[in-house]
């Protein structure tokens, strides 16, 4: 009788802790503690960005290994874009710039819609020679630059979280590197969560259809934007890489790539910070237009808008900022 009692005793408490285990188990797949109010998309829509879903032509897997970057600019171009990538080059993606930082750049490359063997045999010599390109099989298109952040997020969390920060800058962008270097150092220990550029904070949706931001309220209901950066450029610490691609899980891929990464950081509670100086006057990150002038631009980190021949042009007198600014 006493040993029966106390096989029942046993036996309920092994199915209690078995009940326990399921319940927990059942809750953390469908109740993520640490998003509250957020679900995962379905799996078709998650398919759209999951990395699992595209495949590398080109990779760089071993860059980051060989040395420990402070840096690593991610620039997204397309197939065609070889004049740019020699820009940037020649320019501030050159090895060396700031001695004794470690930077490091990697054009992200789709794949055309129509596919073309002669520019690809280009591009397959090009990072031959170079070690600089890595391609993904998506149709490289405007919409799909949600895709390429994404890959680009995924690329700097599974191969370079060895490095400091990671950039996203587009090509058609003025960089300076030396600056851009004395603001991160100037930043001490933010290396965790940290992202900045220039933010945005109180965008709201357009829901004009000929509008180039266009956004319909099926793809994004509600009416107004987290606070999120520019897409033109913008820094954050390598930790942030794989908590993005992970946040992606919750956000639902819309076609405006600087909004999606604002609405993973969302998911997250992460708040991008503003790179700002004279008391909030002067956006480091300028994202206007303004016309060349060498000590203006010594104290922008990016200035947008730039053609690859004028890049090359400009570059040599702004390499004089150093003494003469
Ligand atoms: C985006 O990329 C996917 C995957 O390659 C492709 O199926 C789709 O057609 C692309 N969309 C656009 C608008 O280019």
């Given amino acids: 009788m006493r040993k029966r009692s106390r096989f029942k005793l046993f036996t309920y408490l092994a199915l209690a802790g078995l009940i326990t285990l399921v319940f927990f188990a059942f809750n953390s797949l469908v109740f993520d503690p640490s998003v509250p109010g957020n679900s995962p998309i379905s799996k078709e829509l998650y398919k759209v960005i999951s990395p699992s879903t595209y495949r590398f032509i080109l990779n760089q897997p071993e860059v980051c290994e060989k040395k420990t970057p402070f840096l690593i600019l991610m620039i997204p171009v397309t197939l065609k874009d070889a004049e740019a990538r020699t820009a940037i080059r020649r320019t501030w993606g050159q090895d060396g710039l700031v001695p004794g930082v470690s930077i490091l750049h990697l054009f992200v490359v789709g794949q055309p819609a129509r596919s073309d063997p002669v520019l690809q045999e280009h591009l397959q010599k090009e990072s031959k020679e170079h070690g600089d390109i890595i391609q993904m099989d998506f149709v490289d298109s405007y919409q799909n630059l949600t895709i390429k952040t994404m890959m680009i997020m995924n690329w700097v969390a599974t ?142 980190i990016i200035v947008n808008g730039f053609k690859p021949k004028y890049l090359i042009r400009i570059w040599h007198d702004f390499q004089k900022s150093h003494f003469a600014c």
């Avoid at 400091?164 to 587009?170: C, G, P, Q, S, V």
């Avoid at 990464?261 to 956006?283: I, S």
Wanted: aromatic share 16%.
């Fill in 159 to 300: 191969y370079c979280q060895s490095a400091w920060y990671a950039m996203k800058i587009d090509a058609d962008i003025f960089l300076n590197v030396h600056y851009l270097v004395d603001y991160l150092h100037g930043q001490g220990e933010s290396r965790k969560d940290y992202i900045t550029g220039s933010v945005i904070s109180d965008a709201i949706p357009h829901r004009d259809s000929i509008n180039k931001w266009y956004i319909s309220e099926d793809l994004y209901p509600k009416s107004w934007y987290p606070p999120y950066v520019s897409g033109a450029a913008y820094v954050f610490s390598t930790d942030l890489a794989g908590k993005i691609s992970w946040a992606s899980r919750f956000v639902q891929p819309i076609p405006l790539e600087d909004v999606y990464v604002g609405l993973c950081l969302d998911v997250l509670g992460v708040k991008p910070v503003y790179a700002t100086q004279f008391l909030g006057l002067r956006n480091l990150f300028e994202v206007r237009r303004l016309k060349y002038e060498r000590c203006t631009f010594a104290t922008r």
